[in-house]
């Protein structure tokens, strides 16, 4: 005989009150993070199927110290506070990271000095003495390196681009620093490298005719990094502290951006062969 109850319902043995079967949040939000690393690690897979394992060349190159470099013809962008950011998330990640300060302003080195951290090297260095230093930080298990430079008109920024397993090119949402940008990425292309734009000091308004207009315009002169990176006090209270931002605030949104923008970029760096 049916009792009317619904397949959700059950009866608890002891008290027969009625509770209700449903997921609970915690198991559904563990549910949804495992089958993203399941879809990640297909996406892996599926480029990776077709290289050799045994390759111990491939190997090598995988597992090789890498090089990232932040260049723009324009100032402003941000782009030593998201160099000197980046590098903390990544140590938190588990990287062995180090910052070399090609800018004759050496706001890296300021940082740094504030920072004090022995396991976070921060260099100013000569355009000359960059390769060496870069053998020599592989040497040392360095797994990163960062490199702050002037303006990409500069010897010295060109130099280092061509050094680089990525180039970054910050830009902010404006028509002057997207003009600038777009010429960056003529430049990146004539010298053959490989970069990157990076969406800096976004408004909170993500999908404004003025951002979409920006993304569309920067879509059709190169690559552009996901997420992006929103504008945030946190930012300026980090680098007066020689921190980053996930230091500042571990939980919130901007701390995220820059986590989600180091898995982003470790995505670019992972499947992109080193260099010799």
Same mark, same amino acid.
């Given at each position: 005989? &049916? ?13 027969? %009150?009625? %509770?209700?079967? #449903? ?38 190159? +995988? ?8 260049? #723009? ?53 000569? !355009? ?13 298990? %360095? ?5 702050? #430079? ?16 990525? #180039? ?41 005719? &003025?951002?979409?207009?920006? !993304? ?17 006090? &946190? ?12 230091? +500042? ?28």
């Amino acid at each position: 005989m &049916r009792t009317g109850k619904r397949p959700e319902d059950r009866a608890d043995g002891r008290s027969g %009150v009625k %509770v209700k079967n #449903t997921l609970r949040p915690r198991a559904s939000l563990k549910l949804i993070f495992i089958l993203s690393q399941i879809m990640r690690f297909f996406r892996y897979y599926k480029i990776l199927k077709n290289e050799s394992f045994l390759n111990i060349s491939y190997i090598n190159k +995988i597992l090789s110290m890498r090089v990232i470099v932040f260049a #723009t013809h324009k100032g402003g962008c941000g782009k030593t506070t998201l160099a000197t950011c980046l590098a903390v998330a990544a140590q938190e990640a588990g990287e062995s990271v180090a910052i070399f300060d090609l800018d004759p302003k050496s706001c890296a080195i300021r940082w740094g000095s504030k920072r004090k951290d022995r396991n976070l090297e921060v260099r100013r260095i000569a !355009i000359a003495r960059l390769s060496p230093a870069l053998q020599a930080a592989a040497k040392r298990n %360095v797994t990163l390196s960062i490199i702050d #430079t002037p303006a990409l008109e500069s010897p010295a920024a060109v130099a280092a681009v061509t050094r680089a397993d990525l #180039t970054i090119v910050p830009v902010k949402p404006s028509a002057l620093d997207i003009w600038a940008a777009v010429v960056t990425g003529r430049r990146m292309n004539v010298l053959g490298e490989k970069f990157v734009f990076l969406l800096n000091q976004c408004p909170k308004q993500r999908q404004s005719r &003025r951002m979409r207009a920006s !993304i569309a315009e920067l879509e059709a002169a190169g690559p552009l990094l996901v997420p992006q990176i929103g504008m945030s006090q &946190r930012f300026l209270e980090a680098v007066a502290q020689g921190k980053g931002v996930t230091e +500042i605030d571990p939980k919130g949104g901007t701390a995220q951006e820059m986590r989600s923008l180091w898995l982003a970029i470790k995505d670019w760096l992972l499947f992109t062969p080193a260099r010799n």
